[in-house]
């Protein structure tokens, strides 16, 4: 799931993860509509990775993906053009990013998850 209040970053972004073989669920667009998404649906339906901009214009980034753990552990990347200075060890995309960052950071979200579930 993408979570990205510019349609342009969420196409792009969905375009490159589908061209590496990943099923884009849903873009959403504010905090409320990414915690609808990753939590309204049967738990076996969650999406497996989030990536998630940090700031947003209608609620924060940060939030949706807290309010999320209290319930479902999801994996998830936050990005932004600013720093970000406690993300709570999640993974971090800085944007820009090129194609092999993004890859990293998906390395990194799915290896951290593995370790806080074994």
Known sequence: M????DASVGALLA???EGMGHIVCGIE?????????ALDTAPDQRPDLMIVDANLREG????????I?????????L????RIPDANGKAILQKPFMYR??????????????????
């Open 79 to 82: 990005m932004s053009g600013q």
């Open 101 to 118: 960052d993004l890859v990293a950071a998906i390395e990194r979200a799915v290896a951290a998850a593995a370790v806080r579930t074994a």
């Open 29 to 37: 667009t504010t905090e409320a509509g990414a915690v609808r998404a």
């Open 60 to 67: 924060n980034g940060l939030a949706a993906v807290a309010t």
């Open 69 to 77: 753990a209290l319930t479902a552990s999801i994996p998830s990347i």
């Open 15 to 17: 375009e490159m993860l």
């Open 2 to 5: 993408l979570v990205d209040d």
